[in-house]
Structure formats: structure tokens, C-alpha cells
């Protein structure tokens, strides 16, 4: 075997996507969970391989298992007898005894090498407490995967947009349900399929979004309830409604997961934190990152952030945008016209949260970066912090955390 290099694909790749996060760009990253910095463009996937099985790295990682991933085209030239015993694995039938945690571990190597067809793996057990992964795990080639939406609402069209614009989602296999057909339309421009019947989303798909408003979702879960089985991942967006609730109103043993998304997921440029509820498994998390991260930056954390995350970012868009309006009428107070102040407005935005998320640094030292001694931008921000721009925003993330908090005891 050459000496793989990773390609920009690896961010996709379960096996890396749960730990190794981009720094800058896609050619370098390091580990989240020992914070090892890897430059990937000089070095082989074997390295980052070894890294995995290094005893730091295993002794913080609960969640990936070793297998050998390449795709890059170096090696694909193996000599004749290589390519013969490869060809034979493709068609090779395979079969595990047993669907513990070592079964899990080695079907999910040797089906990350691409090399075996997921369709000759069989899994036998007396129970089904274990297949439900495996099955999880087949699936998550996620052009197959069947996706439902409950509610076609602007927060369902921004999810779904970002899964589809990534390719890896097949629209043939995306269904959403709302009452009436006032949104439908524009899901359908994505080939995707409508209803009116929830029930019939939840029978068709295998992860389903509930994206309902809040106070709609008991009685929607009570509604679906017969539908959901074992098998079936609901993840809701809802705010303020938590994973007790979710559990306590859906069949024991279902699987939830709680997504707190914003906005710009419909421009691909969201903040999605994602919680999971007692009965999923790493691995149902690993799979709605797969899936969600065309949609933006998707983290998981255990749910108590997840008001947090709605003050900061769900309503932060708003008090972004407040504050874009407020820099454009500045411009206009100051003589220029209206549209390209606020055209400029919002590059100015835009291209000031480029350059601190791309460069990594606080936003205190790209602020100061900016300050001039005695120059225009100081006179500027002492304006600011005399009418208390700092300590209003962090009073509008409070205040809107505690009206989340509020909304999910209701
Ligand atoms: N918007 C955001 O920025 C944001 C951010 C984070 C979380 N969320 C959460 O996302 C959820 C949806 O918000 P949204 O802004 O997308 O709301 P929205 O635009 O008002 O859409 C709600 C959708 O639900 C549908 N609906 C109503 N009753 C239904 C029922 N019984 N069964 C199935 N569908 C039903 C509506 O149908 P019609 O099309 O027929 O009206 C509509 O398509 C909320 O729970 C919210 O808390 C939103």
C-alpha cells in the first residue's frame, strides 16, 4: 500500500469527522479530544491512523474504533495480485456471530475501507439490542438513508437545503409533511417529496426532523407515537422542549436527539449544537454530524448548553442583524445612500466573522489589530462602550436563554 494522503473528502469520513476538526482549512487539523496538531497535506492517513491507536488518544476516545481509510488516487495503483485479492473482498460474503462491541468494531474497519460491499455483511444475535448499529452503520452511506421533515418551515427548508446541496443526500429519499401547502413548493424545486401525513413521514424515512413550533410538538409526538419504532432516529429542533419530554411522549426505547440549528444553516453557514438523549448512542451522534455538517459548524453537548446555545446563537442572529442595520444607518446619518450602506453593512459582517473564525484568534486581538493610538476606530468604540454595547448583548444572551428555559417548562 502507497503512502495515502488525506483528500479534502476526510471531513465526511465517520471515522475522522467525530475527532479531527479543521484548523484554518482542510489540510491541517488537530485532534479534539489530546489537541495533537497534524499537517495533513505532507503526511500519510497511516500517521493520523497511529495517532488513533496511540494509548493518549485511546484513553480519551469512547467513540471511534481503528480502520484503514483511503481515498486517495496513489493508491489506488496496487500491483495485479493486490488488485485480485481487493476485487475478491467486493464480492467476498462476510458474516459475524455475535454483534457486541468487537463484531461492531471490526465490520465498521473493514466497511470504512470501501473495499467490502456493505450488502454482503450479515450480523446475527439472539437479541436486537445490538443491530440497531450495525444497521445504523450500513446505512450511513447516506445517499440511501431515508430522511423525513415534520413541518416545512423555515428552519426545515435550511436543514434540508444544507443536506442536499452536499451531494450526499439523494432528494428521492427526503419526504416532508405540513398541513397546508403553503411551503411545500419550494421543497418540491428540491425534489423533494410532500405530504399532508405525518404518520407517513415517520414510516418512510429512518431519521426524522421535527420541526414544528414548540407549542405544537405534543401534539404532533402523540400523533406519530404508533409510527415510532426502535429503528428510527427523531431529532427536534424545537426550542425550549426537552429530551425528558421528547422520551416521555414517544415508545419506550426510542431514539432522540435534541439539535439546536440557526438560521444561516440555509446558506450553509450555521452553528448547530446537538445533545443526545438517553437511549442514542454515540453513534446515531455520529451520524446526524455526518449528515448535518454541509449545514455548518455542528457540535454536540450534553443539553444543558443547549438554551445556552439557543441566547447565543439561535436569537444571536437576530441581534447581529440589529446591529448590522444600526452600522448602515450610521453610514446613511453620515450622507451616503441607503442601499449601499447597507449592502456594505453586510460585508462588513460578513467578512469581519470570516476573519475570526478563520483565523482562530479572540476577538479582542483582532479588534485591537484594528485601533490605531489616537485613530478612528477607538473614538468609535469608547461611543460603544459608553452605551454599554458589551453589557446589553450579554444581557440579550441571558435574557434569551432564560426565555428558552422558560418555554421548556411550559
Ligand atoms: N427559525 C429559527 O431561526 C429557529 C432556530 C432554532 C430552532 N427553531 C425551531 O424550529 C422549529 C420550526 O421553526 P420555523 O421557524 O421553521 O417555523 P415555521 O416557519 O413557522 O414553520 C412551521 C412549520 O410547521 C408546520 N406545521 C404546523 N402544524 C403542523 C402539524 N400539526 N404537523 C406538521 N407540521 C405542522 C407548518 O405548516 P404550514 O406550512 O402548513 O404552515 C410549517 O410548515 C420551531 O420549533 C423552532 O423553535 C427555529
Known sequence: MGKCKFNENWLDNPVFAPWLVPVKDVHEARCKLCKKYFKLGTMGVKAVESHMQSAKHKSVDKTTSISHFCSAPACTSAAPSQCKMESDLT???????????????????????????????????????????????????????????????????????????????????????????????????????????????????????????????????????????QQHVIVSVAAGITLATLEGLLPPDSVVMRLMPNLPCMVQEGALLFSRGSRARPEDGSLLRGLLTP??????????????HTGLSGSGVAFVYLFAEALAEGGVKMGMPSALAHRIAAQTVLGAGRLLRDSGKHPAQLRSDVCTPGGTTIFGLHELERGGLRATTMGAVEAATERARELGKK
Not at 470504512?112 to 450511513?140: D, H, I, T, Y
Not at 414510516?203 to 414548540?214: C, H, I, Q, Y
Request: aromatic share 6%.
Open 91 to 229: 464480492e467476498m460474503k462476510i458474516g459475524f456471530i455475535g454483534a457486541g462491541n468487537m463484531a461492531f468494531g471490526i465490520a465498521q474497519g473493514i466497511l470504512m475501507s470501501g473495499k467490502v460491499n456493505r450488502e454482503n455483511v450479515k450480523v446475527s444475535a439472539p437479541s436486537s439490542n445490538n443491530l440497531g448499529r450495525f444497521q445504523c452503520k450500513m446505512e450511513s452511506d447516506l445517499t440511501e438513508m431515508k430522511i423525513g421533515f415534520i413541518g416545512a418551515g423555515n428552519m426545515a427548508f435550511g436543514i434540508a437545503q444544507g443536506i442536499l446541496m452536499s451531494g450526499k443526500v439523494n432528494p428521492e429519499n427526503v419526504k416532508v409533511s405540513a398541513p397546508s401547502s403553503n411551503n411545500l413548493g419550494r421543497f418540491q424545486e428540491l425534489g423533494v417529496a410532500v405530504t399532508h401525513s405525518n404518520s407517513e413521514v415517520v414510516t418512510g424515512s429512518r431519521l426524522v426532523f421535527m420541526a414544528v413550533k414548540p407549542h405544537l410538538v405534543p401534539t404532533v409526538l402523540c400523533e406519530i407515537a404508533p409510527f415510532v419504532t
Open 295 to 308: 449545514c455548518g459548524l455542528v457540535e454536540e453537548g450534553p443539553e444543558t448548553w443547549i438554551d445556552a
